[in-house]
């Protein structure tokens, strides 16, 4: 399957620019669908087992389409994040509320729910508590039987197969067990003969444990990251643990994903950004303590170089152990060789026309002013201790030894290494689901709506083209490393043209050194206008081959203003943005977007006191929900481009069967034959 969910399709090889040396042409395809379907013969080595696997794929396109939940802009918030997953964006609280509050008193209806929200958490606090055996074995058995049912009713939307692969690998055959439990001849004694022996073993609440993450995990077929778990919040490094955990994740980039990722690869500019911004917000537990990054060559550099420095507007947003004035000092030490180091690339990148966002150049010490699109502005800021005014782009010795010292921690961060190769494995610049067009930023385009090109590789690619192109530069600078991809990392950080960015500049430099607001404004790319617009969500659309008339465009990236009443479905009815300010920094509210069989609604989140609150006083966050759009009939499997894939496999089964028929390929007879 392709990365949009368009089927990989065999016939399809280029023999014609490249003229086969010898033999005929044409048998090529034919052998390339040979060498694919000797591999399908080892997993279906008989016309039975084929034909099995054929019945079983028709039956789960008949099924209810999973309910898809995508989630953007977390921006370090991983406690909110952990509730938002658990609580399945608000959508888990009515079904238990539907099969049990009618059956519990309030006050053990809660204690469920907290339980099944933060099952480690709660039996971690009952090991404590239920210290008698012949209590706990009666709180194991009612709990259980709750919770077993919970698992069938869930479960019963998903195909056996895929149930099973939810299911944790040590205990799977035991809840296949537990989705029979019902049926006629087993009757309550087959539940209690299960906890008797966990209990007898104390595994009992281990057992409460592990069912109430399965729960959670069957509660989301697919959940989808829409860009940007690092920067802002606390923690980025706890966010992409906590996903790594989930059963089925994929990632649309964001832009400060890629930052994350070119630093992580070793791009010195974004190194020194990443750092600046961790500095800025003061979110370096991230740093040292997730990534195992030592600040060390920068504070040396703020308390040798930049000693005397008041550093006065680069002032962290909030206090902890280092002082206020040393973290100032180090986030201006910081900054100064971003805007160096970017300098050096933008003029390695001549195609990229950024010449005019090279700043340092324009400074006039003298007069304390600097020169930004040719006009002179006073600086509230004229100490530069490293700048030369003769190679200003050039890092002083102390800056390479800081800088490489730095780049060192970066790239041999194992965990830093680890969570990013996870990150762009399961990651794609968009993505299609039921009618759905899922991207970060924006589709760059010109006032009139016509595609903006980007350079890449040498080419000008725009639209769909653009997408496809940097989704395989962003894996080639994992594998690779290669300057000029690492380079492109950078301008999908903040370049003018990048999908992910969406602005003419990101005026960084301004705001830092320029007390006049004239020169801070970023202007917006047109798309973000456009989207209100119909027709050219429609030509959007069909681009990148969704549905122009059902489909629907998500993005995030620019948070809606909800403190103003802002709406996050755009008034083309087409378009809608799911970035909901989910950061406690921007304003702590944030969306889910839930891809449900009969509707999709949108889920709004509020303020999140704590894992320990909720765990202690049973607060949920219970979302605004509305709907975003309702469908004539309940969504199947086979309406999505999952089902679209399944459909594949059936087309190959069936050419397996005609090869096994047709004696070209020879059967596996493994199972005994039956006699009459």
């Known amino acids: 399957m392709n990365v949009d969910g368009s089927p990989i399709t065999m016939s399809g090889t280029d023999h014609e620019s490249h003229p086969c040396e010898r033999g005929n042409c044409e048998e090529r395809p034919r052998r390339y669908e040979l060498t694919l379907l000797r591999a399908l013969a080892t997993q279906f080595p008989n016309i039975d087992s084929a034909l099995a696997e054929i019945a079983r794929l028709s039956a789960v396109l008949t099924l209810p389409k999973g309910t898809v939940h995508v989630i953007s802009d977390i921006h370090g918030e991983h406690k909110k994040?952990?509730?938002?997953?658990?609580?399945?964006?608000?959508?888990?609280?009515?079904?238990?509320?539907?099969?049990?509050?009618?059956?519990?008193?309030?006050?053990?209806?809660t204690e469920f729910l907290t339980l099944i929200f933060y099952p480690a958490e709660v039996t971690a606090q009952l090991e404590k508590k239920l210290t008698d055996p012949d209590a706990l074995r009666c709180f194991a058995r009612k709990t259980l039987r709750h919770q077993f049912e919970l698992v069938r009713v869930l479960a019963s939307n998903y195909s056996l197969k895929r149930a099973t692969q939810v299911f944790p690998q040590e205990y799977a055959n035991l809840f296949a067990e537990m989705l029979h439990e019902p049926s006629n001849g087993r009757g309550q004694e087959f539940v209690d003969a299960v906890v008797d022996e966990m209990h007898r073993r104390g595994r009992a609440l281990h057992l409460i444990h592990i069912t109430g993450r399965l729960i959670r995990n069957l509660a989301i077929y697919e959940l989808?990251?829409?860009?940007?778990?690092?920067?802002?919040g606390p923690r980025g490094d706890r966010v992409v643990d906590y996903l790594r955990d989930q059963p089925n994740v994929s990632f649309i980039w964001g832009n400060h994903d890629v930052a994350w990722l070119g630093a992580g690869l070793g791009h010195e500019a974004l190194i020194a950004h990443v750092l600046r911004v961790s500095l800025r917000y003061r979110r370096l537990g991230q740093l040292d303590e997730g990534y195992s990054i030592p600040l060390t060559p920068l504070e040396h550099l703020a308390r040798t170089v930049y000693g005397d420095d008041p550093a006065a507007h680069f002032m962290p947003k909030s206090s902890g152990m280092r002082s206020d004035l040393i973290v100032a000092r180090m986030q201006k030490a910081a900054a100064i060789m971003q805007f160096k180091l970017e300098g050096q690339m933008i003029a390695r990148n001549p195609e990229w026309e950024l010449d005019h966002r090279r700043l340092l150049h324009h400074i006039n010490q003298a007069e304390g002013t600097v020169t930004v699109d040719g006009v002179k502005y006073a600086l509230r800021d004229n100490l530069f201790p490293t700048l030369d005014p003769e190679h200003p782009y050039e890092?002083?010795?102390?800056?390479?030894l800081c800088m490489a010292r730095l780049k060192y921690s970066f790239v041999n961060s194992q965990t830093l290494n680890e969570q990013l190769r996870y990150l762009v494995s399961h990651g794609a610049m968009y993505l299609r689901r039921d009618e759905h067009l899922i991207f970060h930023g924006c589709v760059p385009c010109t006032s009139e709506g016509e595609f903006?090109?980007?350079?890449?590789?040498?080419?000008?690619?725009?639209?769909?083209?653009?997408?496809?192109?940097?989704?395989r530069v962003i894996a080639w600078a994992m594998e690779q490393r290669q300057q000029r991809h690492l380079d492109v990392l950078w301008y999908l950080w903040s370049g003018p043209r990048s999908?992910?960015?969406?602005?003419?500049?990101?005026?960084?430099?301004?705001?830092?050194?320029?007390?006049?607001?004239?020169?801070?404004?970023?202007?917006k790319d047109p798309y973000f206008n456009l989207v209100d617009e119909p027709w050219f969500c429609e030509k959007v659309l069909t681009e990148f081959g969704v549905n122009c008339k059902q489909g629907l465009i998500v993005n995030g990236h620019v948070p809606v203003k909800i403190d103003a009443a802002e709406s996050p479905l755009k008034k083309s009815g087409k378009a809608i943005t799911i970035d909901g300010a989910f950061s406690e920094a921007y304003g702590d509210h944030g969306y889910t977007l839930v891809l449900g069989p009969e509707k999709t609604l949108l889920a709004k989140h509020h303020h999140f006191e704590s894992v320990e609150s909720a765990v202690r006083d049973g607060i949920d966050i219970v979302p605004s929900v509305s709907v975003i759009r309702e469908w004539d009939r309940p969504r199947r499997m086979s309406d999505t481009e999952r089902g679209e894939q399944f459909r594949c496999d059936i087309e190959m089964l069936e050419r397996l069967i005609e090869l096994y028929r047709n004696n070209e390929l020879a059967q596996d007879e493994w199972r005994p034959k039956l006699r009459s």
């Not at 890092?395 to 390479?400: A, F, K």
Request: charged share 35%; proline share 8%.
């Open 499 to 523: 999908p992910l960015f969406g602005k003419d500049r990101i005026a960084t430099f301004e705001r830092d050194f320029i007390a006049d607001k004239t020169p801070h404004h970023e202007t």
């Open 81 to 109: 994040l952990r509730h938002v997953i658990n609580n399945a964006s608000g959508t888990l609280r009515p079904l238990v509320e539907r099969l049990f509050k009618d059956r519990m008193d309030p006050k053990e209806f």
């Open 395 to 400: 890092l002083t010795p102390q800056e390479e």
């Open 224 to 232: 989808i990251i829409a860009g940007d778990c690092w920067d802002r």
């Open 452 to 471: 903006l090109p980007m350079p890449v590789d040498g080419k000008l690619l725009s639209g769909r083209a653009l997408f496809d192109s940097l989704e």
